[in-house]
């Protein structure tokens, strides 16, 4: 027969409440007791029925993470936070997501999550609207990762002052034909958008900004980076919302036989793996992604173990990472570096 704790408790010589609170590593237990009873249960061979103890919570010890978009390096990374952070916790995870979920697959992901009983669930990005999301918070312990929604626990980087930092180094090396290519609709474009114009006309440049949609894609930065170079007066410098567009941006230089910064200076947003590497070494935003993940699990289980506690935004400081794609502007010369 299986050892059970009414046999560790009898044989530690305490209840089987207290044994059950050792167990659950309870600091409300003494050394001495607790020591006793860690002994009981190693000499019998007993180990705590992990179903039994899901039940008895009314707990999965599972939280569900939601992926919008899979394609995204940046999700990706941050899901790597949240794993190992989960699981320190005592947390499985159990992933869902696509290549890019519309409103209506996104909805279909979260309920799958709740049919699997979740103890709560982690959004990356979520397209659905605010009032959707406060919905489905009145329903399981949820937190939003990319974009804050009031009632919500929320967890995001600092876009209007990433997008600042993005701009006054440009700025700073001289250039004033500054274009910012957008992220359409998606999580945080309107942010990027509205931090791109107040710095330009912070330098006396609002009469020179221009804005091109990139939709957050490799595909929509090297189509917004075509239509700036067709242009009559094409820009000296691009802001691109996140290193995805940037990337396009950066192919779609190569199409014309010219380079970032030599013909045009490029800063992304995000920091992710890809800009990093040597060949592409782009000057870009580092978003604290590990962090925003680690960030997401302990706000989650937070709110799992008290329910009622008030929601909270959290914002996360970006940095400016300067690489190889910007360089000083000299109208009369070729670009120096910066």
Do not use: C, W
């Amino acid at each position: 027969m299986s050892v059970t704790l009414e046999d560790v408790a009898t044989r530690a010589g305490v209840s089987r409440s207290l044994a059950s609170l050792v167990m659950r590593n309870s600091p409300s237990v003494s050394a001495q007791r607790r020591e006793a009873v860690l002994k009981a249960a190693a000499e019998l061979g007993y180990r705590p029925n992990a179903h039994a103890s899901q039940l008895a919570s009314r707990r999965t010890m599972t939280v569900g993470v939601v992926l919008v978009e899979l394609r995204n390096p940046v999700y990706t990374e941050i899901f790597t936070g949240v794993q190992e952070h989960a699981e320190r916790a005592g947390y499985g995870v159990l992933l869902t997501g696509g290549e890019l979920l519309t409103t209506e697959t996104e909805q279909r992901a979260v309920n799958g999550l709740l049919e699997h009983r979740v103890d709560g669930i982690v959004l990356v990005g979520p397209r659905l609207s605010a009032k959707d999301l406060r919905e489905l918070a009145e329903r399981v312990p949820l937190v939003v990762v990319g974009r804050h929604v009031r009632g919500v626990d929320s967890v995001a980087v600092d876009i209007r002052h990433g997008t600042h930092l993005a701009v006054e180094h440009l700025v700073g090396l001289g250039h004033e034909d500054i274009a910012h290519i957008d992220g359409g609709t998606g999580p945080g474009a309107r942010s990027h958008r509205q931090a791109y114009i107040d710095t330009m006309t912070e330098h006396g440049l609002s009469a020179r900004t221009r804005i091109v949609r990139g939709d957050y894609t490799e595909h929509g930065g090297r189509e917004a980076t075509e239509t700036l170079l067709a242009g009559p007066h094409p820009p000296t410098a691009v802001f691109a919302a996140n290193d995805l567009s940037a990337l396009g941006a950066l192919a779609a230089l190569k199409h014309r036989a010219m380079s970032a910064p030599e013909n045009l200076s490029l800063v992304g947003f995000d920091n992710t793996d890809l800009s990093q590497f040597g060949y592409i070494d782009l000057t870009t935003i580092d978003t604290p992604r590990h962090d925003m993940g680690a960030t997401a699990v302990t706000m989650l289980t937070a709110r799992i173990e008290d329910t009622t506690r008030p929601p909270r935004p959290v914002q996360l400081a970006p940095r400016l990472v300067v690489r190889s794609t910007t360089a000083s502007h000299l109208p009369d010369g070729p670009p120096g570096r910066g």
